[in-house]
């Protein structure tokens, strides 16, 4: 039996029926007999969405405030993937970053992950349970939500495989793995079938935006092997690491 981290990201879980295809590949997992934990970022546009009502009521709205609201993206998408799951007859369970024990400096907007206190999400997977974890979102030392800068929620995912000591992180996105060029841009784009960290790295700071750079550097330091693959499809990927 082998532990993963699965993340999922906006396009993913942009829709009810989406949602449902990610429970079917999360419940396939489970059904090979492996250990699951999701990680979501929020349905579709929602954090824009969110920016932008902000941005109505303040030109500079409180960095703390900001966190706050951007977390509920986050939370919406992952008690409605619980929600589906357990729908089709297997257990899951939702948890807020609090709740997941993702503890973070207190740099709003931007906040590094610290440590994740993993004792509740273990205890749920070794009970069988499909843990569901909002990407993104922390806790700081004064209890006060963070979040850890856009598209954070690959940093989760890796964080969380680093701190369950998972044998894979495979992160679901809209493309089929990385390639040399943005392949949504340029169809003659080349696919990696493997790429170093150092070398994804580069994609990264580069504008690639198949990964967020913070998440590359946490893999690379904590040894985490990633993989990149579609969440539309059963195409295989490409290994970072
Ligand atoms: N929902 C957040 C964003 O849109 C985080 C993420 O998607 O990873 O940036
Ligand atoms: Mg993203």
Redesign the pocket.
């Known amino acids: 039996m082998s532990l993963i981290v699965a993340k999922f990201?906006?396009t993913s879980v942009a829709s009810p029926e989406r949602i449902q295809m990610v429970a079917k590949k999360l419940i396939a997992k489970k059904q090979a007999g492996h250990q699951v934990v999701a990680v979501v970022?929020?349905m579709g546009k929602?954090?824009d969405e969110l920016v932008g009502l902000a941005a109505s009521l303040n030109d500079n709205p409180p960095a703390r405030e900001m966190d706050r609201l951007l977390s509920t993206?986050?939370q919406v998408s992952m008690t409605l993937l619980a929600m589906a799951i357990e729908a089709r007859g297997y257990k899951a369970m939702s948890f807020t970053g609090r709740q997941a024990g993702i503890e973070t400096d207190g740099t709003h907007a931007k906040a590094k992950i610290m440590m994740v206190h993993n004792e509740r999400i273990m205890e749920a997977i070794e009970r069988g349970i499909i843990a569901v974890v909002a990407?993104?979102q922390g806790i700081d030392a004064n209890g006060d939500i963070t979040t850890l800068g856009?598209?954070?929620?690959?940093t989760t995912a890796v964080a969380l495989a680093a701190f369950l000591h998972a044998d894979l992180c495979r992160i679901y996105t809209d493309v089929d793995g990385v390639y040399d060029r943005d392949p949504r841009l340029h169809p003659d784009a080349v696919k990696y079938g493997r790429i170093s960290y150092d070398d994804m790295l580069l994609l990264a700071r580069g504008g690639a935006r198949v990964l967020h750079d913070r998440c590359v550097e946490l893999a690379r330091r904590e040894h985490v092997v990633l993989e990149v693959c579609s969440a539309f499809s059963d195409a295989p990927g490409t290994i970072v690491g």
Do not use: C, I, L, M
């Not at 856009?150 to 690959?154: F, H, L, P, Q, Y």
């Open positions: 990201g906006g970022s929020a929602t954090t993206g986050e990407g993104f856009r598209g954070g929620s690959d």
